[in-house]
DNA sequence: CGGAATGTTGATATGCCTCAACTAAAGTGG
DNA sequence: CCACTTTAGTTGAGGCATATCAACATTCCG
């Protein structure tokens, strides 16, 4: 397994520019790791972090909890991925991190990233691009989830899954790994189990995708892009894949 | 009208501390203003903006657009906002910005706020703040649009918009603008106009609230956070407002 | 091998959409 | 200032997508 720092660093440069300087303070950062099972929570809505996390392995997730007790995810983390960047700077987390997957993260303290930002601005930067990416993204969800009917709405999701996986170099050629069952497939995307069981059916009856045992295969991405309206600009990646 | 300066000034102390020099150079940054007649375009999406928008006066909206032609509105901006802070290390544009209203905006270029940013940490970090309440404000219109029935939903971004006008100091008691045609309505939340308009009926005939003449009305704030589950701890303000 | 979690299927209900007609309000030009 | 036009909002009928409830099948896992 790499680095922790240099998972964090080869995220950074798909968006960002750095130099030789950033790599060895980001390098230098101080950290810890952490195991999770399955659903463990990171952190809790409510709580005050004093650490940023770096996923390093396995899938992570950001969610809500609804008075009904449903849960409604906001977004997935892979290998690479700064989850709760955003805590940097908000005192009280106004949403749960939880592990969706057996998976490995770094923590990072906050005191640690402030002062590389005083230290090395343009490691900073890339950092609060980070941030900013992860808001292009919520954008994103507001506009699937209240735009598009459920199935194109699956196939946008799938669409982003595996773009991101392949922008953070952990995708199989065809396939990624996605280790959502349907009923979390329904809180990410906002439909009940039934009707996202129903949906999938369908979309692997097309033959463009297929998803079973925790692994994503896209089959005809074209199409899957064409029902899912997927276009991967606001991931604002500096080269973005070719598919 | 007060000056510009002092609109974002105020926004920015509604969540961090700054100090006298922060506020400083804060007035110290260069600006233009631009006004804008309804449904004006700031900017479009694929530009490459070299300014950052803060609102003086009116509604500002961003959207994005989809292949149906429909639009989504992802937020609205309202005096003191700076709902593109994100462009600031976002090269191009995966939405527009528009005004709903007749407004009026102050451009400041991304290299005085750099160029603050350098000087005055601190006055960095309450923009980096802001744009981090911008991601909660959307991860918040996720759960919002694809979690609730339509009524919740609406109740919820009534409550919303209330609470950060009075935050921004521009509510009056009881009420605030919300210039939203229901056609606008239906894009925010995310539903056809003939349904927005039964819901909002049903709204009105509980006597909670009332929006006419682009003015919201809240006339029962607790059954209105009550029925949209509101809870404003992801707006991260300093000092909630009592209401 | 047995039990729990996950996924499939069917029947029924319903919230919201679409289409369409109509009404009301708000600009606009003579 | 009024007639005209345009835009915004209301209402109704009918249909469809998705929810809910419930039974059953399957897979996973200890």
Redesign the interface.
Known sequence: MPHPHDILIRKLQAHSDLGGADLKAIRALPHTSRSLSANDDIVRQGDRPTTSVVVLHGVVA?Y?T??SG?R?Y?SLHITGDMPDA?T?????L??GVCAIDKSEVALIPHAAILAL??ER?AAG?AI??E??????I??????N????PLQARLAHFFCEQYYRARANGIAKPGSCRLPLSQTQLGEV??ASLPSVSRALQALRRTGMMDLRGGQLHVHDWRRMVELG?FDP??L?LRRPSRL
């Open positions: 950001r809500h609804l008075r449903r409604q906001l955003q940097l700077f908000i005192e009280r106004d949403h930002f005083q601005p930067f609060w691009r941030t900013l990416i992860d808001a292009a919520f954008r994103e969800a507001i506009t989830n209240s735009g598009r995307v906002g309206e600009g606001y604002h």
